[in-house]
């Protein structure tokens, strides 16, 4: 809360580090594990965690947190939720008002999350695998267990000895039913047997077994056994890491389909089905089949990962600054919203790492379009003088104010074709760009005026007064800028009445993200903030001040339409394609230009 976030302030961290709040399930029933981990997480993170047990847990719970961490980590106050900067909710159903109210401040992280809260999360982390909502994951691996450290140096081909273990409460009872089904098979006495007894656990010990009360470190304790019983589950998981074998008796179906997507070898859904234990018993590769189910090579480290995500900002349309809703696409390093005005945007939780300087014109460019950008210069002035008559003819500046020349600014003009271009279609022109030597070949080969800088920055923006320009220009750059609104308003500003925006940008609408839209979000660049449509940039740039007078689709792919792969350029087949679809302006990518609308004051 606010005592918090002041305390880090004015210490000795610096501003800007995630102040994360870990939200572990705390429910009656719902086992220890979540508690288990987020104080493990909580510790992994200092300084900058803290645990969030709300005013009503119960004061057990409180004690066994404070009592491994200390009262200091410990968040009681609904403040704390507004005041942090990511918030990990490790809770089986999450409500969706609940994380709608979070994703306004923060981040929200879900992890191993489920309910109608699930969607609205900003980042999926998935550790136990799930049945549903797979592509709703923004990460889903194992390789996050914490495993046991404790591993047996084989895999057992005989099972002697037997640990039975079902969960800190087993409601259902199925400790007893698993030893009395054991002792049943004829094959296993009751001296072999070792069963673990929970806080909460309803049932007696059967007969002479052995009892584990309350085990402190029970994933430490598996690999002193041969055989280990258990419901699908982290415990099932961290036995099979310990290379033992394991056997699921599940408290549902739906442990029971969990368990078997995994390749756990299942007796039954609460009554044991006695065949089939008695041939897992008498399987010898039972063991060798556990242990392969688990990598103990992939581990990686949660908490560092949760840290890098933390980082991001909350999920904002970088135009209207609405918060993201419900993301329509995940990957490892990024999710997807569709904003209400109809642009796409995505929050990056990984630095796309990539610098728009020579490297990126000279070996990124080539990796990607099999030639230097320089190399391409006469390809792209040619597409330039049909961009730059477009531009001419879109501006209709009133009467009094024609000048001689219209003034004309290129962001993001690198080597320059496109404005030696404009310049010889009869603009005035000068170009911008952040990459210094693409500025200086401008300057002094191409022999226009340019300045090296972003947009992005207020005091390069401050350059041009209200109503300087008659045409701004952007070719396939408004998609990488972060924050859109300012850049936009300043068009606005700096755009006389009559003067035109231009830009162009890869097309949502297109062919293929029509037929695969996860697909076509998947191998967007990473540097790509923003998604556009021709609907889309008609409404936003209304609201900025423009008309769009003209959309034109490019970036028209045959190949790509469905079973077409194999058609080739120069055949009928694809003539007609290519036809197609122009005429249903499925092209991958779009230019718009649009007129400034006249002031009447
Ligand atoms: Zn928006």
Known sequence: MVRWRAETNSCRRAPMMPQILLCPETAVGAGTGHLRRAIRLCKQLSPDARIYLAPD??????HTVSHELGASWIERDPAALVAASAIVIDRPIIPREEVAALCQHAVVIGLDAGGSGR??????????????????????STAFLELPRSVRSAPPAIYPRILVT????????????????????????????????GPLAA????????????PSNLMEMLCDYDLVCTSFGLTALEAAAARCAVVLLNPTRYHARLG???????????????????????????????????????????ARTIARIAQAPPARCPICRRPGGEPIFRDADRSFYRCSCGVLF???????????DEAY???EYRAQYGRTYLEDFAHIRVLGLARARRVMRAHKPPKQARSAKPRLLDIGCAYGPFLDAAQHSGFACSGLDVATAAVRHVRDVVGIPAVAGSISDPSVRDRWKPGDLDAVTMWYVIEHIDDLRPLLRWVQRTVAPGGVFAFATPNARGISGRLDRSAFLRMGPRDHVTVWTPTAARRVLRRFGFHVVRVVVTGHHPERFPGCGAVRPGTVAYRLLLGASRLLRLGDTFEVYARRREERE
């Open 166 to 197: 079902f969960g800190g409460e087993d409601p259902k009872r199925l400790t007893p039913r698993m030893v009395e089904a054991l002792l049943q098979t004829g094959e296993v006495n009751a001296q072999q047997v070792t069963v673990v007894r």
């Open 346 to 356: 995505r929050t990056a939780f990984t630095d796309p790492g990539i610098a728009y």
């Open 57 to 62: 847990v119960r004061d057990g719970v409180v």
């Open 119 to 140: 969607a609205l999360c900003n980042y999926t982390i998935d550790i136990i695998p799930r049945l549903r909502d797979d592509g709703r994951a923004n990460l889903r």
């Open 361 to 363: 014109f000279f070996e």
């Open 260 to 302: 078997k997507r995994v390749g756990f070898t299942d007796v039954g859904v609460v009554r044991v089905n006695r065949r089939a234990l008695g041939l897992a018993l008498s399987d010898p590769a039972l063991g060798l089949k556990s242990a392969a189910l688990v990598d103990r090579r992939a581990s990686q480290s949660l």
């Open 203 to 214: 049932w007696d010990a059967p007969g002479d077994v052995r009892v584990l009360d309350r």
